[in-house]
């Protein structure tokens, strides 16, 4: 479920009646819209939220750090302040160390179908939506969900867990495995997981809504969560109680799948996008739901996160920030071909992604593999996903930025630090030099609230939808205060 996190979740049950099959199935058409005859708000005042003015860039402090988005302060190498367990706990995203993924998970020698997992079905060849592989196999993870303090930017503050990790530990299987995860609340508040993207068609009640499909795990109770990956592809699996998501609570989802409309040499993994917010998530849900009389603005991100990394330009005798925290590094080597899984797991903000110097190749959105298509910057919304291969064409020496750009137009920032940079470094490259490269993408296209057309995005496996069906709905959507 895509979307703003930070609507507070409204307790509510529906009763579920069992009815037998009918007979024959009559072609139904309805209309639904929540809003006036004519389409509009029935408050023109609350369908305009009270805003604030956007701070300069850098904040206060801007002149004390070096321009380019990193705020780094003058004198200051790539070597963070602080180490990876401060920034981020166990989690080895964002480093050197953090792992390449094979094409599919090895099993025990057991020759497979065809040579791979899910035999001889390919992007092109199938449809996932009805043919997806049954492998037999089950992949097992243990999360336990806590509080503590990490600085991703260098500013304290406490956020959600698992297993000390923020962002969470990533989740691998194959296309058709079965995922069981076994999930310990150690808070004091209730929580969900949701698994998103994945149709869950045999097992809804794992869906992870509460209120909708499951009560939330109480405090120091455990669930186990059992699904198949129906899909393939990249996502993600976040909280979905209250706004627990915007606290930290996320992680990346990898589910191995056929790639005959892409080749690479290696998979670099997941490349988790999020706005970040210096308060806690209850004060932001608290902020959000005040009455329109309170004249309260919906609430400001205050930096934006690669891996759950960035620098802050703190501000002076701030005692809870330190300056060049550190960035995400990614390593290339001259002539290979890297595939990047791109995943906005923030709370509101669109992202707009891009490589200095460097041409990128979609080759799927969200769970669907499509026609491959040049792009110099990729639109995300709220848990899009979006897959890419790079191709290293930098000199073996070359230090680039990677970035991700809050776009200002289309979503809520402060202002101070919209832009989240990554360091990529070739093979010969000093690691602790701050690469000078800079961004070819426009204000215009910064500006720019759409993804790629559609005539660009097409999907490698066509699909035909069925000209007369059983049943038509029509949603007009409005802006307006909820």
């Known amino acids: 479920m895509a979307g703003r996190f930070f609507l507070a979740a409204a307790a509510f049950a529906a009763a579920v009646t069992s009815l037998p099959a009918p007979e024959s199935v009559e072609a139904t058409t309805f209309e639904y819209n929540g809003t006036s005859e004519d389409n509009t708000p029935a408050s023109n005042a609350l369908a305009v939220p009270a805003s604030v003015p956007v701070q300069s860039y850098g904040g206060a402090r801007a002149s004390s750090y070096r321009h380019g988005s990193a705020w780094l302060p003058f004198g200051a190498s790539m070597n963070p302040r602080l180490s990876q367990e401060a920034t981020n706990g166990r989690s080895p995203l964002g480093t050197f160390h953090a792992p390449k993924y094979p094409h599919w998970i090895s099993g025990d020698g057991t020759p497979l179908p ?101 009560c ?64 806690d998530y209850f004060d932001l849900v608290e902020q959000t739901m005040a009455p329109a009389s309170a004249g309260l603005p919906p609430p400001f991100s205050n930096n934006n996160l690669i891996n759950g990394k960035m620098n802050y330009p703190c501000q002076a005798n701030d005692t809870t920030c330190t300056p060049n925290a550190g960035v995400a590094k990614f390593a290339f080597e001259t002539g290979k071909k890297y595939r990047l899984r791109l995943i906005n797991a923030g709370a509101e903000a669109l992202q707009k992604f891009s490589i200095d110097n460097h041409k990128m190749t979609v080759i799927a959105h969200d769970f669907v593999p499509v026609n491959p298509y040049d792009a110099d910057v990729i639109t995300l919304g709220v848990g899009q996903r979006t897959d890419i291969v790079v191709t290293a064409t930098g000199k073996s020496t070359d230090a680039v930025w990677m970035r991700s750009t809050v776009s200002l137009k289309c979503s809520l920032s402060d202002g101070i630090s919209p832009e989240a940079v990554a360091a990529i470094y070739y093979q010969n490259a000093n690691t602790s030099a701050i690469p000078n490269s800079t961004t070819s993408v426009t204000q215009t296209e910064l500006d720019f609230c759409g993804n790629d057309p559609l005539t660009k995005a097409t999907s490698y496996f066509s699909i035909t939808p069925d000209p007369n069906p059983d049943v038509t709905q029509n949603l007009d959507i409005t802006f307006q205060s909820n």
């Open 114 to 214: 065809q040579g791979r997992p899910w035999g001889p079905r390919t992007c092109g060849n199938t449809d996932p939506y009805k043919d997806p592989p049954h492998t037999g196999m089950t992949r097992y993870y243990d999360f336990s969900v806590t509080k503590q303090i990490v600085s991703p930017d260098g500013v304290n503050r406490s956020a959600i867990v698992i297993n000390g990790a923020f962002p969470g530990p990533t989740i691998e299987a194959n296309w058709g495995d079965w995922i069981e995860v076994v999930v310990h609340n150690d808070m004091q508040e209730g929580t969900s997981l949701h698994w998103h993207g994945l149709l869950q068609k045999e097992t809804p009640w794992f869906d992870g809504v509460p209120s909708v499909q499951q």
């Open 216 to 279: 939330p795990i109480a405090p120091g109770s455990t669930l186990t969560y059992r699904f198949r990956a129906d899909l393939y592809g990249s996502s993600w699996y976040h909280s979905h109680f209250s706004a627990q998501a915007a606290g930290g609570l996320f992680g990346s989802m990898i589910i191995h799948g056929p790639t005959d409309n892409a080749q690479y040499d290696e998979d670099l993994g997941p490349v988790l996008i999020s706005d970040w917010y210096h308060s």
